[in-house]
Structure formats: C-alpha cells, structure tokens
C-alpha cells in the first residue's frame, strides 16, 4: 500500500518564517493554521493564524521542522501545494503554489479552483 502524499510542502524559507514567528509570539504554539476563506474577486483566498491546539479534523504536516495545521475545510482546495516564503523589495510574505488553481484575480489577493 503506497503512503498517501502530504497535503502541504514547506520550503525552507517558509519554514524559517514559521519558526521565528513563533519564537517571538510569546506563548506557546502547536504550529501555524493553513484555511481558505471566502473573500475576493476570485472567491478564495488563504488564510493564516497560530495554532494552540489541534483540531479534532485538522491535517498534519510536519515538514523541515515546523507543524502545519489544515483546516478540514480547506484541505480539498490546497491538496499538493507549496508553501514559501518570499521577500522582495515592496513586499513580502506567504505564497502557495497549488496546482488546483484554476485562476487567480489580477491583484493576486484571491484565487478559485
């Protein structure tokens, strides 16, 4: 029987962030929460918190050293994509790659699968 593969890839930047995001919340954390929400002009859009506990459904990743919680809703729409990390020179933050996109909004804000 073949393992099933991850929901979710980290990068290693990705990872990092988490990391030091974590360090410096000051309380302790399960991990980092991965949802979908409905907002944009594409439908969806992603949607991070801190994790203080499991949840009863949620999907666990645990990749490059860091916990990543699924949202049991969410887990359809971002099956086999990858979270990074980016910083560029105007902006940075959480990307994914996720190849159940079926088209993004032109301000990259929201997608739909």
């Known amino acids: 029987m073949r393992a099933r593969p991850q929901a979710l890839t980290v990068t290693e930047a990705a990872a990092q962030r988490i990391r030091a ?3 410096k919340r000051g309380k302790p954390a399960v991990g980092i929460r ?8 594409s439908g969806l859009s992603y949607a991070l918190e801190y994790a203080d506990e499991k949840g009863k459904f949620d999907e666990v990743v645990e990749d490059k050293g860091v916990t990543v919680l699924i949202d049991p ?3 359809m729409f971002i ?13 940075s933050g959480f990307t994914f790659r996720n190849p ?3 088209g993004r909004c032109g301000c990259g804000e929201s997608f739909h699968v």
């Open 34 to 41: 991965v949802g979908v929400r409905a907002r944009g002009c």
């Open 100 to 102: 159940n996109e079926k």
């Open 73 to 75: 809703k969410a887990v």
């Open 79 to 91: 099956l086999g994509s990858e979270m990074d990390y980016v910083e560029e020179k105007l902006q």
């Open 21 to 23: 995001l974590l360090a």
